[in-house]
């Protein structure tokens, strides 16, 4: 699977919308962008994920570049309860042997 | 679905002692996965399962390290014997074939004095 990079800290102030970067610039064709956050002392969350559309659910946006080589998790109104650390992880999705591999991820701090 | 359910919560053993950890994951998943946090390493995968059967075991660091799954709704990791370094936070996971979202259990928190 291709790797991610992720800085490692940003914050934002609540009711603000919180966009989360990453770079994937390896990711091949048939590789999908998933978005997971954990809030401490809690196993990962699943947010979003995403092929090469831009995606909208009810927790969040995921916008993929053109040349899908970096994407932006977008938290359009952040809560004081989305100070997580969220993981950008590029994997092949469903199917035999596909498996999640998290790396350090971003914390973010929603600040009042 | 109660979700995935890991016990005990807590586990507090000495050097040298086995450990077990539990999972049950979500009834009618197919993949179960086992990771372990740490600080210094964050979230690795340690071993999954497709149908009770292991899949890749690549992640375990020792033979000290076994994990099985009997049925399609148990799965145990096992330490033994258990050292200081195997502190960490112990989560199970499970899938569906078909969906690629990844359930998390609340974790087993593994102090080894």
């Known amino acids: 699977d291709a790797k991610t990079t992720q800085p490692t800290s940003m914050d934002c102030a609540e009711g603000r919308a919180a966009n989360l970067p990453c770079n994937h610039s390896?990711?091949?064709?048939?590789?999908?962008v998933y978005w997971y956050r954990q809030i401490h002392s809690q196993g990962p969350q699943y947010i979003i994920h995403?092929?090469?559309n831009n995606e909208t659910n009810e927790m969040a946006s995921l916008i993929i570049t053109e040349d899908r080589k970096s994407s932006t998790l977008i938290l359009p109104h952040a809560t004081l309860r989305d100070t997580a650390v969220y993981y950008c992880?590029?994997?092949?999705?469903?199917?035999?042997?596909?498996?999640?591999?998290f790396g350090k991820g971003i914390t973010l701090s929603v600040r009042p | 679905d109660a979700g995935v359910i890991q016990s005990p919560r807590h586990e507090v053993t000495e050097m040298g002692q086995e450990v077990t950890l539990r999972c049950k994951p979500i009834?009618?998943?197919?993949?179960l996965f086992w990771y372990r946090q740490t600080m210094m390493r964050g979230l690795e995968l340690l071993i999954y399962?497709?149908?009770?059967?292991?899949?890749?075991d690549s992640g375990m660091p020792e033979d000290r390290f076994s994990a099985k799954m009997p049925n399609a709704s148990f799965s145990t990791l096992k330490i033994q014997p258990s050292e200081p370094r195997d502190s960490a936070v112990y989560f199970c996971?499970?899938?569906?074939?078909?969906?690629?979202?990844?359930?998390f259990g609340s974790g087993t928190q593994l102090s080894v004095l």
């Open positions: 996971a499970s899938r569906v074939l078909t969906n690629e979202k990844l359930f």
């Open positions: 390896t990711i091949s064709g048939n590789e999908y």
């Open positions: 995403g092929l090469k």
């Open positions: 992880i590029v994997s092949r999705g469903t199917g035999a042997n596909s498996k999640l591999t």
């Open positions: 009834s009618g998943h197919d993949y």
């Open positions: 399962f497709n149908n009770n059967v292991p899949i890749d």
